[in-house]
């Protein structure tokens, strides 16, 4: 067993970044007396698990060979027919597997099936990696809720504009471009009707080069004040934009959203107006397992105090704006005492250019 053809098969994976939601992203590859014969990963939803790709694309006969492949293959009927099947027909005679898949249907039988068949199976190679790369799916697949990863450009001092609201941009380019690539990743991305009223964002994807995948634009708007004319509302783009209200939103209005194609979805009215963890299942059970949180300031207090929250991505410019009425990363309420705080845990930290950016995951875990 080498590790780093798990490594290898984890670069793969990450190949299908945006493509393959809700499902996972995995990445095979086949060995033989050290030598890759075979290599695949899962590249769109709906198509070939990345165990059959890297078979397919084998240059010669596997069997005997070893498998790496990130995620335990499966052992149900879905899309596609079982791998672990597939594995045992084609005579592969040891499997390696990062993690075992969390999807209630798979969940162990697919190692099981191996074990049974006479194939050596290891686990838990580059566990922490795998799972970390499918966090999303490992989230969705057990609760059927979306990830959110809240994301912000604030300056050192924490603000998110100016005094005079004065705001784009405070992060670089190198900045921004990695946050095109979260949209990519992303099923939706949400934001408030506050920065469609003072940015009028188009929340699609431009990446250098390639297009990317635009994300399902989800918009917060207990009123329905957003204006007709708002870009997010016509954009050029496929992908389509939810507006979420309450029943302080006008029938009229609703109707003319619907009209141009807008979805509605209509939560409980709370303190702080969209019922967000309703609105979080409502996405789910959609089929749209991510959400990247590109809210204000008083979005992400609402988004963090309703406990919607999986992961923070802050982007933190080398400038200091001051100023005790510009407004905060997040604002809104808080919290009252230091002990309600929102603990963050795995934190990592990276120099995206003149920036940095902070990363953590929301909980004691
Ligand atoms: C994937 N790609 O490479 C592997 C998956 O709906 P289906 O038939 O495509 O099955 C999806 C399930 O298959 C998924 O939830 C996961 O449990 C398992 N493994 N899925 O899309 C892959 N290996
Ligand atoms: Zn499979």
Not at 96 to 101: M, Q, R
Not at 297 to 326: E, M, W, Y
Request: with cysteine; glycine share 10%; charged share 25%.
């Amino acid at each position: 067993m080498n590790i780093q053809y798990m490594r290898r098969a984890l670069h793969l994976a990450k190949k299908g970044e945006g493509y393959t939601n809700p499902n996972p992203l995995v990445g095979a590859v086949l060995v033989r007396n050290d030598r890759i014969i075979g290599e695949g990963y899962h590249e769109a939803y709906g198509a070939n698990h990345a165990e059959i790709n890297a078979m397919l694309h084998a240059t010669e006969d596997v069997r005997g060979a070893d498998l790496y492949v990130t995620l335990e293959p499966c052992s149900h009927y879905g899309k596609t027919p079982p791998c672990a099947q597939a594995i045992l027909n084609k005579g592969i005679k040891r499997v390696i597997v990062a993690a075992a898949d969390p999807n209630p249907l798979v969940s162990g039988s697919g190692i099981a099936l191996l074990w049974e068949n006479g194939v050596e199976v290891i686990t838990g190679v580059l566990e922490d990696e795998s799972r970390r790369l499918n966090e999303i799916f490992f989230k969705y697949i057990t609760t059927g809720i979306p990830f959110c990863i809240l994301k912000t450009a604030m300056s050192l001092d924490g603000k998110i504009a100016t005094r005079t609201g004065d705001s784009q941009w405070i992060t670089g380019e190198s900045a921004r471009k990695q946050v095109h690539l979260l949209r990519h990743r992303a099923a939706c991305v949400m934001t408030g009707v506050g920065t469609v009223l003072s940015d009028d964002p188009l929340l699609t994807t431009r990446l250098p080069g390639k297009k990317g995948k635009d994300a399902v634009r989800v918009i917060v708007d207990s009123s329905a004040r957003i204006p007709l004319d708002a870009k997010v509302l016509n954009p050029d783009s496929d992908a389509p934009t939810i507006l979420a209200v309450t029943e302080k939103a006008k029938n009229k209005k609703i109707e003319e959203l619907e009209q141009k194609g807008v979805k509605i979805i209509v939560t409980p009215l709370t303190e702080s107006g969209v019922d967000l963890a309703f609105l979080m299942k409502k996405l789910g059970e959609e089929g749209l397992d991510s959400v990247l949180l590109e809210g204000g300031s008083k979005l992400n207090d609402s988004a963090l105090r309703q406990g919607i929250v999986d992961k923070v991505n802050f982007f933190i410019a080398p400038i200091i704006l001051g100023g005790g009425t510009a407004k905060t990363a997040v604002g809104g309420r808080g919290v009252d005492f230091l002990k309600d705080a929102f603990p963050l845990r795995n934190l990592r930290t990276k120099r995206i250019g003149g920036d940095m950016m902070i990363e953590g995951y929301v909980g004691t875990g």
